[in-house]
């Protein structure tokens, strides 16, 4: 993908910080391009040559890497984000209702709620209604 199709005014862009034990991806809108900078709706700046080429150095922090939202690391780690997302919600739920005083009732709904959080899960990753 060339810097032209994915580096525009209104775009949503990917902050890629690959560290060794835990890549982090958070998103935001190119809010305006000047001649050397990319201005995110966050207040970070790239300098646009280097994201065009893809090197790491940034305006925004040492290692931050802006990225097209569809890159494949970016997309794996916001993938891995939502289904550490469900887990919390599994264990959270598991913690509320593993009492002898939860019903059936009560062990239903959380189920649901475990339902609806895989459900949303799976269509913020592959980005398709089911």
């Known amino acids: ?9 209104g775009a949503t862009v990917a902050e890629y910080y690959n560290s060794y034990y835990d890549p982090r991806v958070s998103t935001a809108k190119i809010a305006r391009i000047t ?10 700046r ?6 065009q080429i893809g090197e790491k150095r940034s305006l925004a922090g040492y290692s931050t890497e802006l990225r097209p939202i569809t890159d494949p690391q ?14 919390r919600l599994v ?17 239903l709904a959380a189920l649901d709620q475990i339902e609806q959080a895989v459900h949303a899960a799976r269509q913020a990753i592959t980005g398709k209604e089911e």
Not at 1 to 9: R, T, Y
Not at 36 to 41: G, K, S, Y
Request: proline share 0%; glycine share 4%.
């Open 74 to 87: 970016v997309v794996d780690t916001l993938a891995r984000a939502q289904f550490a997302d469900v887990a």
């Open 35 to 44: 001649k050397t900078q990319i201005v995110l709706d966050n207040g970070n």
């Open 1 to 9: 993908m060339s810097a032209a199709d994915w580096i525009h005014e």
């Open 46 to 51: 790239y300098n646009m040559r280097c994201a």
């Open 91 to 107: 264990e959270v739920l598991a913690g509320r209702n593993k009492n002898e005083r939860t019903s059936a009732t009560d062990v």
